[in-house]
C-alpha cells in the first residue's frame, strides 16, 4: 500500500483532468526552448555584445580599480517573469564586463594572466547546446574519447611513456589536489599515519597545494620547506639531507612537491635530481606545472624541464598556457591504475554503464560525475589553429620577459633572476627612503593608471613587483607600455 499514490488517485480520478494540467504547465514553460527565430535574435544580441567588448578592447584598462561599491549588483529578485534581453546585457556591461581586472585584456600582465581564445568560446557553445554527457564513455564514446586524446597529447608532451591516464578538471588546483589524493591512495597512508607521514616542499609552492593537503587533512603530516637557491629553487642536496635525518628519526617521506614554473618568479625545480632522490628513497613526485607545463612546446626551454616525465603526477593549466578561458586544467599520472585506484567507484545505479570498459571515463578517474564537456573548447582552437600558432605566441612571451628584463633595467630597476620562463620580478630603490614603501606606492599609482595591471609579491621581506606576460594578447605594444609608465613614475626618483 502506498498512502501518498492513494490519496493522489482519491482526488484526481479523471485522466483528462491530468492531461489538461500536463498541457498548460508545458505551455508555461515553453519558452524554455525558443524557436528558430527567437534563438537568432537572442543570439545575434549576445554576438553583438560580445563583439562590441572585443572591438573596444585594445583601449579598455587592464584595471578599472573605481566603482566597486557604486556599480555593485543592486539586491533584487531574480523575478517570476521574463526579462529583456537588451536590458540585461546592458546589465552585464555595467555590473560586470567593465569592473575589477579585465583579464581578456593584453594589458593584464599580473598574477598569471589567463587566456580567453575566441575558438574556446565557441567549443564551448557547442558542448552546452550538444550537451553530451561527457562523465562517463558508455554515455558519450565520443566526447570522453576526444578528451582523451587531448589528455595523451598532453603526455606525451611531457615525455610520459604509455600506461599513463589524467583528466581535464576545472583548473589547476583541483588537478592538484586530485594528484596528492592519488599520491596518498597509491602510498596507502591512512589517517593514522599522517602524524608521522612527511611532505617535501618550498616557500615557492603554490598555495594550492596546501589547500589541497588541507582539504585532504594532509596538513597534519609534517611538511617540510625544503631551503632554496638564488634562482628560487629547490635545493636538492638540502632535500636529499631533510629525507635522510627524516628517515632516521623513525619518520616516513612519502611525497614531494616539486614546482616547474613557480608562481613568484617563475622558477623551475631541478626536476632531475628532485626525481632522482624521489625514486631513491621511494617517494611520489608530483609537479606542479600549472604555469609552466606548456613552455614544454618551446623547444629552448624543453631542457630546463628534464626529469618532469620522470614525475609520477604533473598538473598543467590550459587556461594559462594554452590561453584557454577559466576552468580548464589537467591532471596526468603515469601509472592509471594508481589514478584509478584513488577515484573510481559503482553505483547500482550506473550498472549499464559498466558494459563499455574500452576506454577510461572521467568519472572513475576523478572526483566529479557529471561533468561539462571541457575538452570542445580546448580540442576547437587546437584543431583550428594549429599548434604551431601556440608555439609561437608562447615563445614571444619568452622573449617578452627577456626584453623586460633588458628595459626595466635600463630604467634604473633592480632586477631578480634571469627568468626560466616569462615572469621578471623587480623593484625600485629609490635615492632616499624605504625601498619598500617606494614599491608600494609604485604599484597603487599603476593600479590607479589601470592601463596595465601588473601585481606584486613577497620575496625574503622585498617588495617585488612582478612583470608575468602570458596572455596571447600581449605583445610589445603592452610591454612598452608598461615600461613607460614605469619610467614616468621613477624619473628623479
Ligand atoms: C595558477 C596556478 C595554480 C592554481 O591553478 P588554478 O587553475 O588557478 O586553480 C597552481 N599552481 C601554479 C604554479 C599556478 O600558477
Known amino acids: 500500500?502506498?498512502?501518498?499514490?492513494?490519496?493522489?488517485?482519491?482526488?484526481?480520478?479523471?485522466?483528462?483532468?491530468?492531461?489538461k494540467k500536463l498541457k498548460a504547465l508545458e505551455k508555461?514553460?515553453?519558452?524554455?526552448?525558443?524557436?528558430?527565430?527567437?534563438?537568432?535574435?537572442?543570439?545575434?544580441?549576445?554576438?553583438?555584445h560580445t563583439e562590441e567588448f572585443l572591438k573596444r578592447l585594445p583601449n579598455e584598462k587592464a584595471y578599472q580599480r573605481n566603482g566597486y561599491a557604486d556599480k555593485a549588483i543592486p539586491q533584487e529578485e531574480l523575478g517570476e517573469q521574463p526579462g529583456n534581453i537588451d536590458e540585461l546585457l546592458e546589465f552585464l556591461s555595467i555590473h560586470v564586463d567593465k569592473l575589477g581586472i579585465n583579464p581578456a585584456s593584453g594589458g593584464h600582465i599580473g598574477y598569471i594572466p589567463g587566456g580567453g581564445i575566441y575558438a574556446s568560446s565557441l567549443g564551448d557553445y557547442?558542448?552546452?547546446?550538444?550537451?553530451?554527457?561527457?562523465?562517463?564513455?558508455?554515455?558519450?564514446?565520443?566526447?570522453?574519447?576526444?578528451?582523451?586524446?587531448?589528455?595523451?597529447?598532453v603526455g606525451n608532451l611531457v615525455g610520459y611513456p604509455e600506461g599513463f591516464a589524467g583528466n581535464i578538471t576545472s583548473g589547476g588546483?583541483?588537478?592538484?589536489?586530485?594528484?596528492?589524493?592519488?599520491a596518498r591512495v597509491a602510498k596507502g597512508i591512512k589517517g593514522a599515519d599522517y602524524a608521522n607521514s612527511v611532505i617535501y616542499t618550498t616557500s615557492q609552492a603554490h598555495h594550492s597545494l596546501d589547500k589541497a593537503l588541507k582539504i585532504l587533512g594532509l596538513d597534519e603530516c609534517v611538511i617540510r620547506r625544503v631551503p632554496l637557491d638564488k634562482k628560487f629553487r629547490m635545493l636538492p642536496g638540502e632535500l636529499e639531507e631533510q629525507i635522510k635525518a627524516d628517515k632516521a628519526e623513525g619518520l616516513k617521506p612519502f611525497l614531494v612537491l616539486a614546482s616547474a614554473g613557480t608562481t613568484d618568479a617563475g622558477a623551475i625545480d631541478p626536476l632531475n635530481e628532485i626525481a632522482a632522490i624521489s625514486q631513491k628513497y621511494n617517494l611520489w613526485l608530483h609537479v606542479d606545472a600549472a604555469y609552466g607545463g606548456f613552455f614544454l612546446l618551446c623547444g629552448e626551454v624543453r631542457e630546463k624541464f628534464d626529469g618532469i616525465a620522470m614525475a609520477d603526477s604533473v598538473v598543467l593549466d590550459p587556461h594559462k598556457g594554452l590561453f584557454n578561458p577559466y576552468g580548464t586544467g589537467i591532471i596526468l599520472v603515469k601509472k592509471a591504475r594508481q589514478l584509478l585506484k584513488a577515484h573510481s567507484y559503482e553505483a547500482n545505479y550506473m550498472q549499464d554503464a559498466n558494459i563499455a570498459k574500452e576506454e577510461y571515463s572521467p568519472a572513475e578517474l576523478s572526483?566529479?560525475?557529471?561533468?561539462?564537456f571541457r575538452g570542445l573548447r580546448m580540442w576547437l582552437p587546437l584543431k583550428v589553429h594549429g599548434v604551431a600558432a601556440f608555439r609561437a605566441c608562447l615563445e614571444e612571451k619568452l622573449w617578452l620577459a627577456r626584453y623586460f628584463y633588458y628595459k626595466v633595467q635600463e630604467l634604473g630597476?633592480?632586477?631578480?633572476?634571469?627568468?626560466?620562463?616569462?615572469?621578471?620580478?623587480?623593484?625600485f630603490i629609490p635615492?632616499?627612503?624605504?625601498?619598500?614603501?617606494f614599491n608600494k606606492e609604485l604599484i597603487s599609482k599603476i593600479h590607479q593608471d589601470g592601463r596595465i595591471f601588473i601585481s606584486s609579491t613577497n620575496l625574503d621581506g622585498k617588495f617585488m613587483l612582478r612583470f608575468a606576460v602570458l596572455s596571447?594578447?600581449?605583445?610589445?605594444?603592452?610591454?612598452?607600455?608598461l615600461l613607460k609608465i614605469l619610467g614616468g613614475f621613477v624619473s628623479g626618483a
Request: charged share 30%; hydrophobic share 40%; proline share 5%.
Open 472 to 481: 596571447f594578447r600581449s605583445h610589445l605594444r603592452e610591454t612598452d607600455l
Open 413 to 427: 630597476f633592480e632586477v631578480g633572476p634571469y627568468p626560466d620562463l616569462s615572469i621578471v620580478i623587480f623593484r
Open 1 to 19: 500500500m502506498d498512502l501518498e499514490g492513494d490519496l493522489f488517485l482519491s482526488k484526481m480520478t479523471n485522466l483528462d483532468e491530468i492531461i
Open 173 to 182: 588546483s583541483i588537478a592538484n589536489l586530485i594528484g596528492i589524493t592519488t
Open 126 to 153: 557547442m558542448a552546452a547546446v550538444i550537451n553530451k554527457y561527457a562523465g562517463v564513455f558508455f554515455a558519450s564514446p565520443g566526447a570522453v574519447r576526444l578528451e582523451n586524446k587531448l589528455i595523451d597529447w
Open 28 to 48: 508555461e514553460g515553453k519558452s524554455l526552448e525558443p524557436d528558430e527565430g527567437e534563438r537568432e535574435i537572442i543570439r545575434a544580441k549576445v554576438i553583438q
Open 431 to 437: 635615492e632616499v627612503g624605504d625601498p619598500n614603501a
Open 367 to 372: 572526483p566529479e560525475l557529471s561533468k561539462h
